[in-house]
């Protein structure tokens, strides 16, 4: 089936089949809807800017119409382009639907169960794990770590299944299921830093020391999360080297070239001679969540969560 002619609005009078349509063009336009913005829409994407405008383009070629006003200033939909977004959301969310289903239904609860961490994998999350593949032993689990600076990136390419991430979390199409293990924050500086000697910190005390911060893709508001870039009374703390990687900034810390916020676990874990860690107070703790993707949640996810969710009163030691 082809496009006979070009609708109201139509930017080229190129005739493109229907049937050639690609998912990655719907999933932009839907993405675009949403922020309103080429640049951000890209992040989300993983894709630059202007292979958000291709793909745009391209949509727009195919429905014979013009789907979003661009201007300087501000990004908007076309009266035809929020009349296309009606229709499209239920009819992307009911395929998405209805793949899942199906994989469920050949699979059952086997499969694997790809599984994403950020910091330390223990204090009791690996034993919830385990117990999982007990209780569900067709299911194979699949551990990965994933970047300091890439908390949500794996969940988006469809690379895990779900993932244990730092909070907060915010992100358009993902789901937050249960929080865990809050914890106490300290700070990590070299044993050469005038912090080295303390027992405890006020976190108006980080107005005078660099923080250690996290590099892009993470969004800003998680990144100004994990290194704020003021004290709760408003005073500037002074921003540090960016890293992509946990390690990355530790021997960065360890070299004195700026300080790093940790949850307690994850400071024990990384015990080292060449860095001492300080408990700061003021702060609020830090937590884990059990994230996935709306889209592609499942019969397996389903039962994690729940597994990870009557583990909680462990998970929290």
Known sequence: MT?????????????????????????????????????????RMYVSQGRVSQLIRALERRVGARLVD?????????????DFLG??????????????????????DGGPLRIGFQGVAGYGFMEVVGEFEDRHPGCATRITELPLS????????????????????????LVLGPVFSRQPQCLAVSRRH???????????????????GVAAPA?????????????????????GPLVGTLQEGLSLVAANRGALLLCR????????????????????ESALGLVWHAGRENARVRAFADAVAAGLSRLAL
Not at 10 to 27: K, N, Q, S, W, Y
Not at 70 to 82: D, H, I, W
Not at 271 to 282: A, I, L
């Open 265 to 284: 676990p994850t400071s024990e874990y990384h015990s080292r001679r060449d860095v001492v860690y300080v408990p700061v107070t003021g702060l609020p």
């Open 150 to 173: 890439d908390p949500f990136g794996a969940l988006h390419r469809d690379e895990v299944d779900t993932a244990a991430v730092l909070l907060p979390v915010r992100e358009p199409g």
């Open 3 to 43: 496009v006979t002619g070009a609708g109201p609005g139509a930017t080229t009078g190129e005739r493109m089949p229907v049937g050639t349509v690609e998912i990655r063009e719907l999933e932009c336009f839907l993405v675009l809807a949403e922020e309103l913005h080429f640049g951000r829409t890209g992040e």
């Open 194 to 212: 005038p912090f080295a000697e303390r027992s405890l910190l006020d976190v108006e005390e980080l107005a005078g020391s660099p923080l250690v």
């Open 70 to 82: 661009r201007t300087s200033r501000r990004v908007r939909l076309t009266p035809f382009g929020e």
């Open 87 to 108: 229709a499209l959301r239920p009819a992307y969310a009911a395929l998405r639907a209805t793949v899942e289903d199906a994989r469920a239904a050949a699979l059952g």
């Open 219 to 239: 969004p800003e508001y998680w990144r100004e999360a994990q290194a704020p870039a003021r004290t709760p009374s408003g005073a500037p703390i002074p921003r």
